[in-house]
């Protein structure tokens, strides 16, 4: 349960940081100002925290995650006949 948590988190951040370049698109095309330069600074904020949530998310996900650990069922599809 863990691990779906996490998977569904990460994308989420992911997706976020999709529509944060988004909106600085939109936000560059209309011309640049001093009020655009002060809005995209404070999106740009918003960038660098779910990109630092996207590590953490994957490096909480390395440590902790079960099916990191070594716990899932073997199968032969992804590593081949013994």
Do not use: N, Q
């Not at 655009?36 to 660098?48: H, L």
């Amino acid at each position: 349960m863990l691990d779906l948590g996490l998977a569904i988190g990460h994308h989420l951040i992911i997706f976020a940081l999709f529509g944060i370049l988004a909106a600085e698109l939109v936000l560059v095309r209309r011309g640049i100002s001093l009020d655009v330069i002060t809005r995209i600074a404070r999106v740009d904020i918003w960038y660098g925290v779910l990109a630092a949530a996207t590590l953490w998310s994957s490096a909480f996900a390395e440590r902790f995650s079960p099916l990191r650990a070594g716990c899932t069922i073997p199968t032969t599809h992804f590593s081949g006949p013994k």
